[in-house]
């Protein structure tokens, strides 16, 4: 089945403590993205990856990081969470960059930061 | 300016009527996409339907439709025999080229409630 998975899907953490929410797409697609999703703000992106080895910025990069290593995988890590970054996160691909290319999302990660 | 609008917050339809939720948007690319989402209360982002801005053919996907206007910015989402299953929120996004990282930007989405 033509999936992008994300682990865990809730998280409770305290301020401070790194961690890292998988995300992984058995469609080979080249174009992967983080969006977080709060109340009032609606979804916005994180980061952004073209391809293996090309990441860039969305609207509110700070205080996350990602990496594109394969194809298949675009982690999000938390290096320091804080309290503002309790939300929920999605990570979504499409085929490719085109805008014509639906993204398709993963089930979403809760994370609460204390 | 918002890019994406979506004006009507929530919406009530009777089970087995059609109901049209409203989007416009805003954008000076000749090139773009624009898609709807439906988000149910479990919280998945399941995508339904989607527009090229260079489709002349009002875009079909079984019981949604997109009611295209280009001239008036207008991708509205018609579901046709409304089921409770339909009871959701719903986003209108739309897909510009690189000055947006080519990200979906998400209008605040119209809660659905379908009355049995």
């Known amino acids: 089945e033509a999936q992008v998975t994300q682990n865990p899907r809730y998280l409770i953490t305290v301020t401070g403590k790194k961690l890292t929410v998988t995300c992984s797409q058995n469609m080979n697609h080249e174009y992967m993205s983080w969006y977080r999703q709060d109340p009032g703000l609606g979804l916005r992106q994180i980061y952004y990856?073209?391809?293996?080895?090309?990441?860039d910025k969305g609207d509110v990069p700070e205080g996350y990081k990602v990496s594109r290593k394969e194809k298949r995988n675009f982690p999000l890590i938390l290096e320091s969470p804080s309290p503002n970054q309790t939300s929920l996160y999605f990570c979504?691909?499409?085929?490719?960059?085109?805008?014509?290319?639906?993204?398709?999302f993963g089930p979403g990660t809760r994370l609460t930061v204390l | 300016a918002q890019k994406i609008t979506q004006t009507q917050p929530g919406m009530f339809v009777q089970e087995k009527e059609a109901v049209t939720l409203d989007c416009t948007y805003d954008t000076s690319d000749q090139s773009y996409g624009l898609f709807w989402y439906k988000q149910p209360s479990s919280g998945e982002m399941i995508f339904l339907i989607y527009q090229g801005s260079y489709d002349e053919q009002n875009a079909t996907e079984g019981r949604y439709s997109l009611n295209f206007q280009k001239a008036r910015k207008s991708a509205n989402l018609v579901i046709s025999a409304s089921q409770l299953g339909d009871s959701a929120m719903y986003f209108c996004?739309?897909?510009?080229?690189?000055?947006?990282?080519?990200?979906?930007?998400f209008g605040s989405g119209t809660r659905l409630l379908v009355r049995p």
């Open positions: 990856s073209m391809n293996v080895e090309v990441t």
């Open positions: 979504a691909s499409s085929y490719d960059y085109q805008v014509y290319n639906e993204q398709f």
């Open positions: 996004a739309m897909r510009e080229g690189l000055d947006s990282s080519y990200k979906l930007i």
